[in-house]
């Protein structure tokens, strides 16, 4: 994250390209047939499209964005704040702790994540803490962006076929 990318812009009215709202019915085990039971049985993790979708917008680099990443792969439960150490996410990650603190102070400082700090008795401290819950309301003006977007184009879609079938019949030439 560089300095002049430390501001999260407003949500962008041009949302991604998204399935279709009238996509087949999701099947039972549909992860399972995508990624294959080895996969989905080693431990899968759900994200919001939008932090991907949204990542220039949101002002995050490739380094944040793993790093957001790896710390929602370590958020199982709403309750229980991911804890990885900063070496574990940089050996995951192939950088060093010092970026990963780097990353993680920026992120904190524009109000992403909130590093809760764990002392413990002796010289160290336990490994932090991380409230993910400022990602999750700085998402959803976009995800809601999205959605309206979404809803607009459906009710365009709509329009057009409406029209198309009221159109009055043309007499043969």
């Known amino acids: 994250m560089t ?13 991604p390209q998204s399935p279709s709202p009238t996509a087949a019915p999701i099947k039972k085990n549909s992860n399972v ?12 993790t759900c994200i919001p499209n939008i932090l ?3 990542q220039r917008t949101l002002g995050l680099d490739a380094v944040d964005l793993n790093i957001l990443l790896h710390l929602i792969t370590y958020w199982w439960e709403d309750e229980n704040l991911p804890h990885p150490s900063k070496d574990t996410l940089a050996k995951s990650m ?16 524009v109000g992403f ?17 991380y409230d993910l819950t400022p990602l999750r309301t700085l ?14 184009s459906r009710d365009k879609k709509r329009e057009r076929k409406t029209k ?10």
């Open 94 to 109: 192939g950088v060093s702790p010092s970026t990963i603190q780097r990353h993680i102070r920026a992120m904190e400082k």
């Open 33 to 44: 047939l995508k990624w294959g039971k080895p996969n989905i049985d080693a431990g899968w």
């Open 164 to 173: 198309v079938a009221l159109a009055p019949e043309r007499p043969p030439a």
């Open 52 to 54: 991907i979708h949204r």
């Open 139 to 152: 998402l959803e003006p976009h995800a809601k962006v999205e959605l309206e977007a979404r809803q607009a």
């Open 3 to 15: 300095a002049k990318q430390r501001t999260v812009e407003e949500p962008s009215t041009t949302p």
């Open 113 to 129: 994540l909130k590093r809760i700090i764990r002392p413990k008795a002796g010289e160290k401290n336990d490994t932090n803490l």
